[in-house]
């Protein structure tokens, strides 16, 4: 299995991802956008995962690379590569799956739970204990795109995740967190933690180590599922 990452920021890696990774055998591989790396050809891997970042999808003019991004996602799509997209990741594939992208009425920020979808395919629904509370770290949504099937909501957003032709997954929320990764998001997007119904403070983030064990385990089961 080789697994390749579009990373769009030096503190948002895979992390629990590359345990996973590592511990089926598989080899990893990344790009990293912000450095100016080159995008893989898509022969040259099995999965690819596109990682978060503090952008929004319509930041061309501040990150070029976007755009480029944009068109090798379009090809992953078309060539039917497995794709997995977390926040804004998800969002690069709901535009170029067509749907809108846009600002949701409120950001979370924090350990909130979701509601998984009845329309998810039970084989994802038994993956997720009733109230798992994720990680969200997120401002922008998604629309739905056309042809994909509602994966899950939560009390601030109706979208948080998609499958698209059972090969693409887009999350809004966050199953690779990590302790290490969290503090990370942390150190370098604090100025996005304000006063506010769906953000949270550090020290409450941080307060439940138990919380990082339960969705790594669900997205084990996830890449599991998407790996088969």
Known sequence: MRLHYLQHV???????????????????????????????ALVDFD?????????????????????????????????DKPILGICLGAQLIADVLGAQVYKNTEKEIGWFPINIAQEAPEEIR?????????MHWHGDTFNLPKGSVLLARSQACPHQ????????????FHLETTKESLQSLIDHCADEIIEAPFIQQPDEMQQDQSRF????????????YWTR
């Open 10 to 40: 030096p503190f948002e890696g895979l992390g629990s991802i590359e345990h996973w990774a590592v511990s089926s055998g598989g080899q990893i591989s990344c790009t990293r956008l912000y450095a100016g790396d080159r995008l893989p």
């Open 47 to 79: 999965y690819l995962v596109v990682m978060g970042g503090p952008m929004n999808i319509y930041e061309e003019a501040k990150y070029p690379w976007l755009a480029r991004e944009k068109e090798f996602l379009q090809e992953a799509v078309a060539a």
């Open 126 to 134: 038994s993956l997720f204990p009733v109230d798992l509370r994720v």
């Open 161 to 172: 995740g998609f499958i698209y032709k059972n090969r693409v997954i887009g999350l809004q």
């Open 213 to 224: 064990l339960a969705i790594n385990s669900v997205m084990s089961g996830l890449l599991n």
